[in-house]
């Protein structure tokens, strides 16, 4: 019934760019907040960008990474320029609500990139 679907992933050479989306359904979504992890080959997953009514972007990443959320469309968006081979990960969509401790993910997005 709840379902988040990351798209826009894919092979990209370095000092590219990428825009991944992910649509939400069965969800209120303007009441949530939209998160974006990535899960590197080998390595933990970690939080990169986070969306309410404020934004976070972790801060390794603050310089090429953005986000941005269309309530209309229950949609959020991650834009990432100047990639880089150490951002290859499978990236995944969130959503949470503050008075409810059930987090939402999609299926994930892989990014690879290489030259």
């Known amino acids: 019934q709840v379902q988040l679907v990351e798209s826009g992933g894919g092979l990209v050479q370095p000092g590219g760019s990428l825009r991944l989306s992910c649509a939400a359904s069965?969800?209120?979504?303007?009441?949530?907040?939209m998160g974006w992890y990535r899960q590197p080959p080998g390595k933990p997953r970690e939080l990169v960008a986070q969306?309410?009514?404020?934004?976070y972007v972790d801060a390794d990443v603050k310089d090429r990474f953005t986000t941005s959320r269309d309530n209309a469309k229950n949609t959020v968006v991650l834009q990432i320029s100047e990639l880089k081979p150490e951002d290859t990960a499978v990236y995944y969509c969130?959503?949470?609500?503050?008075?409810?401790?059930?987090?939402?993910w999609g299926q994930g997005a892989q990014v690879t990139v290489s030259s």
């Open positions: 969130s959503a949470v609500r503050w008075d409810d401790n059930i987090q939402y």
């Open positions: 969306i309410s009514s404020t934004i």
């Open positions: 069965g969800i209120d979504f303007s009441l949530y907040t």
